[in-house]
């Protein structure tokens, strides 16, 4: 019922920028925090950085300086603004978010994910 799509991964030199977007979609009452994660090959799934309801970000130390999380309220779309980009940032990147659904009258609060974008740095 609920959908994130994230879009706007690719192929990037090294130094480049990307901008990824995520849209939620489906029987979504509120979101709440939502966040990037990122998994390369052969390792752990790691947060890339998170946003608040309210716009309180936080980053992940190898990411700070470079990357900036934003989102859109009223479109329930996250973005991830990544510049100077490294090939340690080849990964495929996934967005998430705590959203509020309306059960029967009963509001209950989910995490739902994406299917992931793949985002390249070539060296």
């Known amino acids: 019922q609920v959908q994130l799509v994230e879009s706007g991964g690719g192929l990037v030199q090294t130094g480049g920028s990307l901008r990824l977007s995520c849209a939620a979609s489906g029987s979504i009452f509120a979101i709440n925090a939502m966040g990037w994660y990122r998994q390369a090959p052969g390792k752990q799934r790691e947060l890339v950085a998170h946003?608040?309801?309210?716009?309180?970000?936080n980053y992940a130390d190898s990411v700070k300086g470079r990357f900036t999380i934003s989102r859109d309220s009223a479109k329930n779309t996250l973005y991830l603004l990544m510049n100077s980009l490294k090939p340690e940032d080849t990964a495929v990147y996934y967005c998430t978010g705590r959203v509020v659904v309306d059960s029967r009258g009963l509001m209950q609060e989910y995490d739902y994910w994406g299917q992931g974008t793949q985002v390249t740095v070539s060296s």
């Open positions: 946003i608040t309801a309210g716009g309180s970000a």
